[in-house]
């Protein structure tokens, strides 16, 4: 028995300057829990401001817990002792992140988000993966029975590698696409029902596919089959987009018009459950073929420019609060990590979707490929619920990525260049010619050879 | 979407005088869903006679909803347009029951129920067989959207008949035997944490095997993992045996007190869910060597003559309802299937456990066969939970029952003697010599052979 | 026991200007089987003229057997009472297979040979499946328990389509292709060893993949591994291309000179066992580009137009031949289906490759689809032998087509024209625009579309 | 490429007084290779001994080929650049042996050989399974490319083991129990064709199942199914047996008249393709009942004291031959491993029966379970050949001993021996009480505790 009130939760990547407030967040809200988190990050410093943040968040007189934030120095220090460990880092510097995103569009390449496939996010999993080696090396000696939650990107493959290193390892991956997709179902329950969804979860949703390619096949509102009114809704807002309020998309890079999700059910019959960002860049070029044609189905591509302001802005925006010159609003990030680590600990039963080895919850991928499903979360368990299998169509593009995924991980673990590069000219959005992307790879390999040790470039 | 008050329920063995009941109770204690329900039976008076009493219990006042029941001749009028339909009927009369329980003990060889495995659920399972490939065509014809739910044993080849006559079905077998080792899990909280668990559901088990022979490896009230406890409770009870009032196991042949399910504790180390009577069945003839061993570990041989009495009971019970002659009191049954119907309407989510065919929710265990885990339940779908696989030991006993089932099924869908000899044979409770149990099997045989058309007998 | 000289053949399309007649030439150099073929063709008099031919081959002096042909009106009576099935026919037209090759290349999409896969082997894919579902029925009621050997292209999806409708047929399908390769390493070891192999067979391969687009990833010649040498003599020619005799691969559209092979191999590792035009066709248009590419890799687009020619004379030549006017030669095809035949009767057993439902002979390929490999030929038995498992890169792309294959018969066999593009635009050749590839899409329907009853074009 | 005439053998168990003969004799004969065989054997003077023997045989004038034996004192230096690894060790001494086949008649479980399962087959695999774990270490340490072929009982479990240890290994088991239903068969078309078969080989039969309960449910000669005369065969020999010579049976204790082969045949409809004293071990007490059982059977017990009295005659004959009193004669052995030498070494192709890990060659068998079926032999490669499956009801005897088997090797290697208790029990010789069976099993564990380190016994 887990006493609920001396918890240690290893923060790997605690440094982040997004996720962690919404964790630190969270936590507060929660009384039913509480202990210390562990912050251990690269760049130390940040995690020291995190840990300031952190502790003033927790003696807030709106925080119905007190949590206690530490920097740590070393990742053993983090784990050792650790009930839950939390994996949020930024797998190298935004200078890799620029040349994923942006190299490629030289060849006419575009990519929208660039951390999961398509050129960008198969190179930067390369990088990625042998960070997530050495992270699993050490949970394995240092919190062997600890729970390990995942966000970063690429999700499936940074999970894939936990398991690969850590066959035992008790870990999966979180992400919050899906809750949009529930979001949108709770507006088409507006307009044609006439109903107020009181909570998000309230929208049940059948969840398979794999991270940010995730779909809906089955959705209910009590006893309410949802899909034929998405069909309608689809058909009334296919060609101008739905937002809640005109325009708005224009003002947020991560905003769209849900066109790319709509195009896709009226082509496939299905609900696509992420944000259009991700979906366009698991298929050909259809939706990013050229800037315009990025534009004309009201979504952005976001620019490492873009992020690198942001960060700034966050930068600052966090040197103030950890210097205690900002008042906190302690908000609920809308994610569910807390709310799983709950259900971890008996508190209450959760059901959701989560990133974790197919078991056979998808009929007809490969076992233990990382796939998104439901799952039943409940005392010190994560059972996944068995979802089906998708309709052929879907199922050869979902599967096509699943077996790149393989194939990279396993080029990244041997440091297998032909095999990289053979795996590389499977990504759907790579349509150039062969010379073409052979120079492209070799050319966003060089931009990243110093988190490739002991590769041949 | 559904209309929660016109539902219509099913009910194939409508002249149940026990199931039947519990339904009704269940179904009048709940206010959210309303509609009729057809009884069907080859007893035509006996479903009359459960109509009446079923619509006298609408009435009372403290019914929250008002169903109609009807009797209806044929199994047509019954399943047609039907949202539901129930499943529970004696297959034979108590006369091949007899024969079924009591030509074994002719060789030696006992059985405790004799429905589920051993040589007497086996003859059972041949003449029961037919039928549900007679009902299964009739749901696929008539009802091929409703959902089906089974009480019936041999619950697993009843469940898996259905499967293999209408592959598209929507059925499920639900049994009780699971709820009763939670209660004694919250004895065992009770007993050392001293704690009352409000409701047997807040004990979370995993359910994984086959009906009648389930085990439970991971067990947890709120964040306590409860197999250590378990594991103290056996130690203390294993020789003296559980039960709340001392002497009580005595009064009733349905009860025991345990010893059966602890020594199989002691020896396998997982807790084995459900009565005595069924578990001693699957196993050698350890507890079942002869009726003085069956006394010794403290549970029953139900004979049949005892049902016949009962029976008896419960008919003129029966008949004095249905004239009205007695006052009702309606009881909740502590049966799930209302609870399941409220799910699969989109009322309220359950995760309970279920008999469904094997997805991949066991591993190891054969794809389609049926297999008993938890389920997750909500509008218009069942999702198993992957369970994951069961001990080796453990495994290798479970694993041995599922092939002889799929045997049995064959043998009787092909009327192939030798197959059911060759299976028959398999079954572990029996170990007389081969000339003993060939004379034994033709005897069983001959005795059910009014049920067995088309068999060279 | 079949008598070996009452054998009865059924030939389906026997009405063929080409694999008929090697048919007849290996039948009559086989001394130990001998009975009569039927021909059946929806072209009867093709079939009229074919008997003839293969009487007056009977009757010549070097014949070392006397089969009796016989051209019959309806595939009922070809088929009943056969103990072989061989089928081989042009699925429509010259018309719509000048649509399947030529329409794409106003789209700047060239074929090189376009009945297996790409935009061509798609379409006549759909054309071919529903005469496949005739057969299939013909043979499950005629001719249950005869061997069926295909030769029809596209093979895998033919094959597939027999077992589909038919699973318990006995049936495999035969391609010369893998033959080519194992010839080519009959030069390797010339050139490097300096030995004359006696004759192909004696390169043993393992031999893995789909049909066209095989792959051997062991060969050796007696207790000497050939990859080495293999790698060395790719080497070396990779650039200019391999030929007997120089310049003559210009000579016929069906040569080559390796190149597309050898490259595949530099990419890859292991030998491609395809002949470059089709090898060609299954990747994206590197070799495929435009014509000038396709000159560069020294091998040829086959145009409709020559087959057309090249069917004209030998229409006349058959004619010719019919009338008795010309003098017969017999020489052996090259092919192994007598072979086959012997071993399937018994006489000789021969282990050899063959298109046949993965049974797990490849693993990691779907259960069900047909796959390359090698199988044991005796005695009405055909056994696939274990293959092992492709490299990722090559699995990905393989994996690839048998998804996309299982989606053409499912969208064929359910008149789906949604499913039909969705899987259309999944082929690696077909490069172009969403927009592009569904107007060709619809233009290709169109022009075969007297084939495809009950589609909604 | 391996040179034919300095190859290497490793013979572990190299003081053996009967295999080892065997392959001396079978090397001798055969031209086609050559080299020197390093005996290594824990009793160093037997395998000094046996040196001497084979380099007598090497200078017989009918030798063939010139073979050198030495005597090596480690396994290191035997194993170390050797090609093929042979591998027939006797598991402990006749002392443990004489436990394994005595002990259980105490409680009156009476074992034919006592080798492969029953009590005593499963004692002795606990014991040997720590021996091939050495062996199968030392073989990845100093000849991970040999080839490995075994001899050891219990089979399937010292295969299984040589894989679980070093899953690279390319190891098989061999054993000749087929070929005697080969030439039974050939007695068959003797009987009923009145044709003399050439060759054992020339019976072509499917062969799966297990080693010692294998079966074979195809068999032709030529053109003709031999089922249909097998079947004639029973019927007639099913009460006297089958025997050359009459009453020979009784001339040797490995001698019988199939009458338990044609039992099974009647009750099952396959050939049992093992001699009867080892399939009767794998069946309830049927044939086992008590000694006079046996005879009825025609068949015998081995006692430990016959194969002590016959190792004397054999060690004084070795000693003779050793130094040279004795003319020898070299006689082909019967067995098969020479012949597949030659196919690894690409001398000549072979297909033939082998025990090897199931890649999905018998369907419904656990992948990596030991099975038997035929495989292709060719350069450097085996590879099992798609054997089908079994009838339900033998699949079910099958599967429960691989069941048994993987239990057993666990409980081997993680020396569980509650776990190991509980397979015994699941042995289905053993139809004693549970508490018989416990004593039972702590008395034989007792007797072999030299060799089961680390166990608490």
């Known amino acids: 028995m887990t006493n609920l009130h001396t918890l240690k939760i290893a923060y790997i990547g605690g440094g982040s300057k ?59 220090e ?79 493959l940074c999970t894939r590698t936990l398991y690969e290193v850590f066959p035992e390892i008790k870990a999966f991956g979180c992400c919050h696409e899906v809750f949009e997709t529930q979001s949108l179902l709770a507006e088409v329950v507006k307009e044609f029902l006439n109903e107020e969804v009181a909570q998000r979860s ?43 309020e005109e325009g708005s998309w224009k003002n947020s890079v991560f905003s769209s018009c849900q066109r790319v999700k709509f195009d896709l059910f009226k082509k496939y019959g299905v609900i696509a459950a992420a944000g259009d960002r991700h979906l366009a860049e698991f298929m050909p070029p259809i939706y990013l073929k050229d ?17 690198k302001e942001n960060l700034k802005k966050r930068i600052s925006e966090n040197e103030e609060l950890a210097e205690g010159n900002h008042k906190f609003e302690i908000n609920s990030s809308g994610e569910e990590g807390v709310k799983i680590i709950l259900a971890l600990l008996g508190v209450e039963e959760v059901v959701t979707n989560v990133n974790y080895p197919n078991k056979g919850q998808i009929e007809g991928l490969p076992l233990g490929a990382i796939v998104e499903t439901n799952a039943l979360f409940r005392n010190n368990t994560v059972q996944p619920v068995f979802a089906g299998r998708l309709p052929l169509d879907i199922h050869n593009m979902v599967h096509r990525h699943v077996l790149n995924q393989e194939s990279a991980l396993q080029a990244a673990l041997t440091k297998d260049k032909q095999l990289a590069l053979n795996t590389f000219v499977n990504e759907p959005l790579l349509t150039v010619s062969r010379e073409e992307a052979e120079e492209l790879f070799d050319e966003m390999l060089k931009n990243t050879k110093d988190y490739l040790p002991g590769w041949a470039i």
């Open 18 to 76: 997004s996720w962690a407030r919404s964790l630190m967040n969270d936590l507060a809200l929660e009384s039913r829990i509480s202990g210390k988190v562990a912050l251990y990050d690269i760049n130390y410093e940040a995690a020291v401001q995190n840990a300031k943040i952190g502790n003033q968040i927790s003696q807030l007189e709106e925080a119905k817990s007190n949590w206690k934030y530490e920097a740590v120095s070393t990742m053993e």
């Open 78 to 156: 983090a784990l050792s002792e650790s009930d839950f460990v939390i994996i949020s880092i930024l797998p190298g510097s935004f200078e890799e992140m620029a040349s994923d995103v942006h190299t490629p569009e030289k060849y006419g390449v575009y990519q929208s988000v660039g951390d999961t496939v398509g050129p960008g996010g198969f190179v930067r999993a390369l990088r990625t993966i042998p960070m997530y080696v050495e992270i699993a090396n050490s949970i394995k000696q240092h919190a062997p029975d600890a729970w390990v939650i995942n966000y970063t990107n690429p999700m499936s």
């Open 202 to 244: 309230d929208i049940k949703v059948n969840v398979l596919g794999i991270n940010h390619f995730t779909w809906v096949n089955q959705a209910s509102y009590q006893n309410i089959d949802l899909i034929p009114y998405y069909k309608q809704f689809v058909e009334k807002y296919a060609e101008t987009g739905f937002e809640k």
């Open 291 to 307: 800037p315009e044609t990025v534009s004309s189905w009201k979504f952005h591509l976001t620019s490492v420019d873009f992020r």
